[in-house]
């Protein structure tokens, strides 16, 4: 109540020039820490978003393995979603429209005609509500929520949704997103969008940095990157990641997208929900990452646009400075019925799940 009630003197007030309302928001955002052994990682209520995660490398060296800023007020004026929680629907919404139980809809296309990462003022764009922060015990964790109303960004029905950082046995991080529709009907799909940079997020590109990816088909896309509802298989193209590859070996055939930019259809194993999706090593520093999860697709995306931005410290990040794991459903699945749905109703919710398992390699 109070809230709103500050949100409409702001605006009252604004359209006079008294006040100036984004600094009445930005007023909210904080940083929270959670620690467990070596393992240190900070997010904000902004997006919900990853700040930073440090890790010890070979020698026990901490070092911060995601791209980002100094200020966590940079990343109300971000456009790469460093860190972020993307939503209603990560990835791209082919003519920001679709059709659900013979009800069109209409989004905000904020990618050329395409919607992309929800709309022009996505879930990486608003402020989340802190619900549980505990940074102490077995298992440190936070829990943000936020409460999409029907018709934002062009989306059906009003949804909450809730996101979990936790800290868990020895250097691992889990991410659980949960979702309700509370009226309606409505696609939901969240991903985690952070960069990361195994070496450091100031060292440089992630080109040598080898990846194993467990998709052994790709969903084919557009020149504008919207998916035909066509697969492909990976063998014998540079999609190819099923077994361990240099990121940058064969990275040149891929002009067109100047690098990954590509959903995977997870193989998984008969009858498990957790699927092994990427192992990512840099032999430098020794680092490994481990993702499992229960989606179905993962978005590789090496970072292609990131061009001269000013980072933390005051590192500059080029294309290619760090890479990123959306683990998620399959791009525009709401106008594919041959996609695995993404439909949310009052009576079946989502639910999407990450386990980050870090280590590392001493010898290679
Ligand atoms: C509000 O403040 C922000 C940041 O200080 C500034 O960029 C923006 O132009 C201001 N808006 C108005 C209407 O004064
Ligand atoms: C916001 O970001 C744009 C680039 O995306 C940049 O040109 C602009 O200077 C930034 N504004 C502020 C206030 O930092
Ligand atoms: C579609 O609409 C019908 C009639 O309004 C309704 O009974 C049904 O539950 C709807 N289906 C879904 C998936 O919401
Ligand atoms: C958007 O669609 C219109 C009509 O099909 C087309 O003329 C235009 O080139 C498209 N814009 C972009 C940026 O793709």
Sequence with gaps: MTKIFVLLLCLIFAASGFVNCSVVEREKIRIFQLKK?????KVTNWGASILSLLLPDRNGKLG????????????????TYFGA????????????????NGTHYKLVANEGNNTLHGGARGFSDVLWKVERYQNEGPNPSITFSYHSVDGEEGFPGDVIVTVSYILTGKNQLVILMKGKA?????????????YWNLGGHNSGNILNEVVQIFGSQITVVDSKLIPTGKFASVKGTAYDFLKPQIIGSRINQLAETKGYDINYVLDGEKGKKTKLAAIVQDKKSGRVLELYTNAPGLQFYTGNYVKDLKGKGGYVY????????????FPDSVNHPNFPSTIVTPRKPYKHYMFFKFSTKTQY
């Design 64 to 79: 911060d393995v995601v791209l980002g800023y100094d200020s966590v007020k940079d990343y109300t004026n971000d456009s």
């Design 85 to 100: 929680t993307v939503g209603r629907v990560a990835n791209r919404i082919g003519g920001a429209q679709f059709t659900l």
């Design 37 to 41: 052994g070596h393992l240190s990682l």
């Design 182 to 194: 509370l009226n309606k009907p409505t696609p939901v799909n969240l991903a985690n969008h952070a």
């Design 318 to 329: 080029n294309s290619h400075a760090g890479l990123c794991l959306e683990t998620q459903a």
